[in-house]
C-alpha cells in the first residue's frame, strides 16, 4: 500500500500560515534537504486554499511528470496543465491511491481540513511537522477538527541550525498500518 504523509511546517502554537494565510515566517533553511524530500513523491493532494497559495508563487514544488490533486467545492473540475481539480470525496480518492501498485510516496501538501478529513477515515500514515520557532497567536491550524484522538507514535526527529525541529510520527490508526 502506497503511503500518504502529512509533511508541513508549523508555527510553535499550532499554524501552518499566519491569519493573512502567509508563510514568510518559514525561514529559509539551506541544511533541509527538499531534493530528498520530493524524491519518493509522485503524487500531491492538496486543499484549494492550499492550491492558491502555491499558484501565487513562483514556482510549485512538484516533481516533474507528479499527479497533483485539488480538492474544491468551488473550483470547477477538471485537469489543467497537470493539475486534476476533483469535486469528488476526498477519501474515496485518497484510498484509491493508496491502493495503486507502485512504490512512490502521496504527500498531503498543507491543508489543516483536508488533513483532517482523511486522518479520521484512516488514509494518513505519516504526520511529519517541522515546528518554527515563532508563535503567531492565530492563523490557519494545523488540523481541523477531529471526530476522536489519533494516536501517534514518534519514528524521527531532526534539529535544524534555524531552530526548526522535524518530528516525524506514524499514524497508529492508519488502513492497513501494522501496530
Known amino acids: 500500500m502506497r503511503p500518504i504523509r502529512y509533511n508541513v511546517a508549523a508555527s510553535l502554537d499550532g499554524y501552518i500560515a499566519d491569519a493573512q494565510g502567509a508563510f514568510d515566517w518559514i ?38 511528470g507528479a499527479r497533483v490533486y485539488v480538492f474544491s467545492r468551488t473550483l470547477a473540475p477538471g485537469t489543467e496543465q497537470g493539475v486534476t481539480v476533483v469535486r469528488d470525496d476526498p477519501v ?7 491502493h495503486e501498485e507502485g512504490s512512490g510516496e502521496i504527500w498531503l501538501f498543507g491543508g489543516g481540513e483536508l488533513f483532517a478529513t482523511l486522518l479520521a477515515a484512516g488514509q494518513v500514515d505519516q504526520v511529519e511537522i517541522t515546528v518554527v520557532p515563532v508563535l503567531l497567536g492565530g492563523g490557519v491550524p494545523l488540523v ?13 526527529t531532526q534539529t535544524y541550525p534555524s531552530g526548526m525541529v522535524a518530528l516525524h510520527y506514524k499514524v497508529l490508526a492508519a488502513e492497513g498500518a501494522t501496530r
Open 27 to 64: 525561514p529559509d533553511d539551506s541544511t533541509v534537504d527538499f531534493a530528498t524530500l520530493f524524491a519518493r513523491v509522485d503524487t500531491y493532494l492538496l486543499g484549494r486554499r492550499t492550491w492558491d497559495t502555491v499558484r501565487d508563487t513562483a514556482s510549485a514544488p512538484f516533481n516533474p
Open 144 to 156: 481541523a477538527h477531529l471526530p476522536e484522538r489519533s494516536k501517534l507514535s514518534l519514528i524521527h
Open 92 to 98: 474515496a480518492l485518497a484510498r484509491s491511491l493508496r
